[in-house]
């Protein structure tokens, strides 16, 4: 076990220094300030005037951002991973070392994830306390600790979603336009985009229903926007019905908990397809 | 370290990268990988660093590599013909590279500086801001110092001046006896420095096998140059396949082994013709066709 961590720990140590020199981590905290500022300008201001169950609007406009947004960071930032190794030369270096394929994978893992995550940790509570400081309201914790909590869910499923892309695809062009896809697959596929489907294609009510939990998307935005009053406006007919069948500690399974198993599942159908298939 | 390999194959789709290749390299031989192109080096090395997998057996010591892999990952060491473009520091990628096998930083350093590299004036440096025959050298430090029984080197001086791969071939000489080294170089000089065997790889199949002396008379090639005046001597350098270039010097590639022929041939013909002779060798083998007659 410690010969894999700090077979772990060499492979991270390599990652980060090209996480950090190509400046992904200053654009990840740049990206999560801005939202985190646009919500603490947007809804913390409007939720003074009209209360904090009342800042529905915001908080929608906010959270669709924000889960826009942060599957497409992560599948851009691991979407690659896999084949720009391969084609650096870093992954030749470094497995015709004592380094397993194991660690090697889970080390760029825990990189990336970090990488994602830890600037999001930063950048919400931040933003929330200078908000607060200066326009004089609370800071709903309770809030942002959920809105953390979904945002480094969704973060760790597109994460191992876009290494297992990268395992899958051997060029570097072609495993970005996948990642491009499935993003844009995972979007559309939310509420309106899905009673589309359920009109255009004749499905049953209860397989849109079903296909809306599946989508890791749409249980973050359910999850998110059940913080505040569950109407119909916010959440939409999908996640309006969702919602109302599965209650609140329900969207927050959807929306915490089955990212994560997503997320697991991807990562170790990846990790099982890297450490058997030809790397070169 | 023994390697065996016994009828290895590996196919990328339809390709056949390697056919029924077996070969046995005994433990301190060393020996050169050549082959044109395409005819499955680095196919063949990379099975061996285990970053890709193929049919048939592999033996280090004669325990099976697919399954013991983490155990005899220790004993290999590759270094790949370019270096790759880490953005992590110097210092890192060493200690990194040198952590995993326990080796201390001082001690790369030392063979580093040997190599005309000063890792710790450049340790702060992003590996990948180096030039390539510095990022060479580093890499040439971590194999050269790791202890390994067994060296994978892919054309390991390619991006060396001249005095540093003088260094390198003196560093490898120092490696005990019982390191067994398998060399993928067409360079003649390191074939001649660092290698007593050569084994020659054509579209996936092994061809050839032998010693290096024996290969390198068949395929060793010189370039003689003459500048030479009057008729005579044009028509005597052509009928003997000078060609004549632009400047005016007559050139002919031959082996190497007929080289002091023809310059005695030169010298006593067109003695008072000639105002010039130069004869280098070809640094680079162009592997063709293999020499047939020694067993496999």
Redesign the interface.
Known sequence: MSTLR??VA?VA??DL??V???RWLVFCLVVHTALAAMFVLVGLRESGVVGFTGMGRALMSWSHALLFLLPLLALTATGQVVNSARD?????????????RAAWFLGTSLVRVGALVVPLLVAMPLMAIVGSLTFGQAVPWGFLLRGMAVSSAQLVCFVAIGLALSTMVRNQAKALMLSVLVWAGAVALIDFGLIGVMLQWNLPAKAVFALACLNPVQGARLALLSAAEPELSTFGPVGFFVANHVGAAGLLAIGIGWPLLLGLCAWTTALARFRRR??? | MRVELDRIGKRFGNVRALCDVSLELPAGSRTALIGPNGSGKSTLVRLLTGMLGGDGGLRFDGRPVPTERGELARRVAYMPQIAPRLAAPVADVVRAVGGLRGLPFDAIAAVAAELGVDLVALRRRPFRALSGGQRQKILAALVLSSGADLLLLDEPTASMDPKSRAVFFTLVERLPATSTILLCSHRLDEIRRLVDRVVVLEEGRLVWSGQAAGYLDEHAVAVVEVHAEGEQAYAWLGERGFLRGPTGWWSRTLPVRERAGLLRDLSRTLNGAVRDVTARDVERLEPGDAPRGEPR
């Open positions: 700090a077979e060499v140590r390599l220094a090209e950090l020199r190509s650096d030369g870093t992954l030749e270096l470094l497995l015709s070392n004592p380094v397993s030809d790397l070169l």
